[in-house]
């Protein structure tokens, strides 16, 4: 009884968790970031001031509502896969090569099946350099907020209740459908890319205890392809990037209004991915991982 206690009430925790930042916070930031960007004048472009300040109303709902729940718990809001002393340590730096690898091993593919052609830079001089640098800062928020509000304390909490991969099945639908309720255009092809990506950013928690791995991988995942490829995302084209291209031939092969998000070149490089974070991180209990990071203190990621 009191196992099935608990169980509950780490059901209970994760859904009132989700509630209360989906239903009552979102909204509420979301018309208060509505109203800068039209006193900043700012649009609605697919740039990187309008990408940072919706992700970072999203990461602060996430660091109040976790450090909220965690003062309930006796715990920190750095004890839910984001360990303070790991911050942007090694950790963070192997997931960026691993999602700098990854789309660029797409893009290549997607050249010499004809379906991206580069006609060289389309930003020079200290106009690239600004624009690289505010979409970095732009995507580590988006690394940063994504993983915590969908697989910080929810990861976590809801595993205690459901089991974990019964919680990354469902987080993982659920970062699905926020993208296919929600994006311009969205598809099945972008939508099994989705929820591919947030059972294997689940699967690296359960492999190396925290966040940092995916955070990283989030980040130039997604700085990738939105900067330095500059494909599409929802119909819009990235404002500010880096190559000069154009995305003729079928959408199979550079995902059409979706960009490479969609092409199915992404498919055999999950499994790729899945397959290094298996093997470069051994597998050991649930339990000892979330408890060996919760525990450090001052030993560097």
Not at 6 to 29: K, T
Not at 196 to 206: R, W
Request: glycine share 12%.
């Amino acid at each position: 009884m009191p196992a099935l206690n608990s169980r509950a009430r780490a059901i209970w925790n994760a859904v009132l968790f989700w509630v209360v930042g989906e239903l009552a916070l979102q909204p509420l930031v979301g018309n208060a970031i509505g109203g800068l960007l039209r006193a900043w004048h700012l649009g609605n472009g697919l740039s990187a001031a309008l990408i940072a300040l919706f992700e970072l109303g999203t990461l602060a709902i996430a660091v109040v509502l976790t450090a909220l729940f965690g003062y309930f718990e006796g715990r920190s809001v750095f004890d839910y896969g984001l360990p303070l002393a790991q911050a942007f340590g090694a950790r963070f730096w192997e997931g960026m090569a691993v999602g700098t690898v990854w789309p660029g091993i797409v893009a290549l593919l997607m050249i010499a099946l004809g379906g991206m052609r580069v006609a060289g830079f389309a930003l020079h001089g200290w106009e690239l350099f600004g624009a690289a640098a505010a979409w970095l800062g732009a995507m580590v928020i988006v690394g940063l907020s994504e993983e915590m509000w969908f697989r910080g304390y929810l990861l976590q909490t809801l595993r205690k209740g459901i089991g974990f991969w019964a919680a990354a099945i469902v987080l993982s639908l659920w970062f699905t459908g926020e993208h296919y309720f929600f994006k311009q255009g969205e598809n099945i092809w972008d939508c099994i890319t989705l929820f591919a990506f947030g059972m294997l950013i689940c699967f690296s928690v359960l492999r190396t205890g925290s966040l940092w791995f995916a955070v990283g991988l989030h980040t130039a995942f997604d700085y990738m392809q939105i900067f330095v490829i500059g494909t599409r995302n929802g119909g819009q084209v990235p404002v500010d990037h880096l190559l000069n291209v154009s995305f003729p031939g079928p959408a199979w092969v550079n995902g059409g209004s979706l960009g490479t998000e969609a092409s199915v070149l992404m498919y055999p490089l999950f499994v790729a991915a899945f397959v290094y974070v298996a093997l470069r991180f051994p597998a050991r209990p649930l339990r000892s991982k979330f408890e060996d990071v919760a525990a450090v203190k001052g030993t560097a990621g």
